[in-house]
Structure formats: C-alpha cells, structure tokens
C-alpha cells in the first residue's frame, strides 16, 4: 500500500524513476497495462487540471474510474465522516486519488485506506503530483533538475504547489529567491527546512535580479484560502509578469504556472518562448500515468 501523500515519500531514485516512466509515457500515451483496475477520483474542491488529466491518465492506462467531483453531490452532506467514506471506497476501487481542503486529510485518509491514496492536494500543505510534472517539466526544458536557480513568486503562503516542490528540489542542490509580500511570505517550517539541509534562499519583495533564474515559478494569490477578504484585496495584486520584465533573462529561462492562473502573468506572456505553463500542464498526464502504473506496480 504505497500512498503518495508527501512529495518526501519518495527518495530521489524513486522520483526520478517516476520521471523515467513518464517520457516512456509521453513517447507512448496509449499503454492499457491497467485494464482490471478501478480508481475512485474523489474530490473534495474544485479543480480541472488536476481531475480532468488523472481522468485522461486513467483512461490512456485502460483502467475505470469512479467517484465525485463536488463533494455537495456526496453523503459529505448528509454528515458522513472522511474517516467511513474512505473506508467503504477502499472497497470499491483498487486506488483513491482524493483531493480535500484539510492539511493532513490525505495523510489521514492513508492510515483509513486499505488501499493506496495518491494527494491530488490537501489545503494548503502538499500537492505531490503537482511536483511531479513540475520536476518533469524543469528536467525536460534544463536537461537536468541539478543546480538550478528557481524563483518562487507570488503566493508562498498558501501555495501548496511551491511547498511541494521546495521539497523536491532540495534533493538537487538547488538556490531559490522567494519573491512575496510579507502577508505571503514563505512559511517558516519550510526556511527551516532548507536551513537544515544547507540550501541557499534569498527572499525579495520585489520582482527583481531574474537575469539569474533558470526557472520562474509563478503562482496565483489564493483567494480561497483567505480568512480576510480585505487582506486578498491588498495583495492580489502583488505581482504581474509581462514580456519587458523577461527581456534580460537568461535564454533557458522558462516561466512555469501550477495554472489557473488570475492575472498574475498578462495574457501577451502566453506567446512568448520563455512561457511553459500550458506544456506544463500536458505533463501532468505523463507523470501521472507515470505515478499510477508505479504505485499499482504495473511497470
Ligand atoms: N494545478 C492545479 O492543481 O490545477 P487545478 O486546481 O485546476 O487542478
């Protein structure tokens, strides 16, 4: 039963293993090797990335899937606890990939299943398969996920995005400029977390110095996530990325987006060969097959 509930589940060799699978899948997106599989997709908070390519990974994988995409539609409603849903769907399907606004519900969730979870986001805290076609989509564009200068822009609060994949990339000698307000800076768990690892970060309120990025990790303010509504209205609109600002950047620059995005990045950034959010995206149902096939040890 292995869950995929913190992006630190997996070591470095497992992540790239999974990184591996995925450009097999890419090369190949048509690979029924889960044929006699059910997954339950139960998602608790909206989302279309997320659900609609782990449905495209399902079907490509030859496997069925069940479950619901609004949790108002669920017995949730009528006062059913996490704990007995996922007990009774662990009877059901062969794998749960559950997203939910709690921090800690997947882990939560994992130590109910008899089956394996795979977090497609809980809270604010991790959103592991996010890192896992965010890790993909740097490797593929750098040619390697070692050494890089990553800025992390916007959002570091609440985004669970740049939580998951601060971790990741500690595995591999990374530097990074955390660019956000003061109400949104970095979490101190996770500068902590970097301290004791001895990776090097810079934080910065303003959008400066990204002549020395190889990555420009941009992120949405999290309005849903806002317990002040007057707090959002301050700082949402912090930073928004336009062509001039990537003028002097360096050549294998890319600028990356978990996506949706408000207006952080100005639409006319969409053509422009730096911008990779849209590609980005396409990955996420590489390495999702990637994730799935591994975890249900197909390949
Ligand atoms: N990146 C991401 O998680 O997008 P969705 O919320 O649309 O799934």
Known sequence: NKSLVSISDYSKEEILHILELAAGFEANPNQPLMRDKVVASLFFEPSTRTRLSFDTAINRLGARV?????????????????????????????MIVMRHPL???????????????????????????????????????????????????????????????????SLFNPTF????????????????????????????????????????????????????????????????????????TKDNLKVLHPLPRVNEIHPDVDANPKAYYFQQAENGVYTRMAIMSAIMGVK
Do not use: C, W
Request: net charge neutral; glycine share 6%; aromatic share 10%.
């Open 177 to 248: 400029y955390f660019v956000a307000p003061k109400e949104m800076s970095m979490p101190r768990e996770y500068k902590i977390f970097l301290k004791e690892k001895g990776i090097r970060y810079f934080e910065q309120f303003e959008m400066g110095n990204l002549e020395k990025a190889d990555i420009l990790y941009m992120t949405r303010v999290q309005k849903e996530r806002f317990s002040d509504p007057i707090e959002y209205e301050r700082v949402k609109n912090a930073y928004v990325l336009k062509n001039a600002m990537l003028a002097n």
């Open 66 to 94: 069940v479950g619901f995409t609004d949790a108002s539609s669920s017995s949730t409603t009528k006062g059913e606890t996490l704990k007995d849903t996922i007990k009774m769907v662990s009877n059901y399907a062969d």
């Open 103 to 169: 921090e800690g519900s997947a882990r939560y969730a994992s130590e109910q299943a008899r089956v394996p979870i795979i977090n497609a986001g809980d809270g604010a805290n991790q959103h592991p398969t996010q890192t896992m076609l965010d890790l993909y989509s740097i490797q593929k564009t750098q040619g390697t996920l070692e050494n890089l200068t990553i800025f992390m822009v916007g959002d570091l609060k609440y985004g669970r995005t740049v939580h998951s994949l601060l971790m990741a990339l």
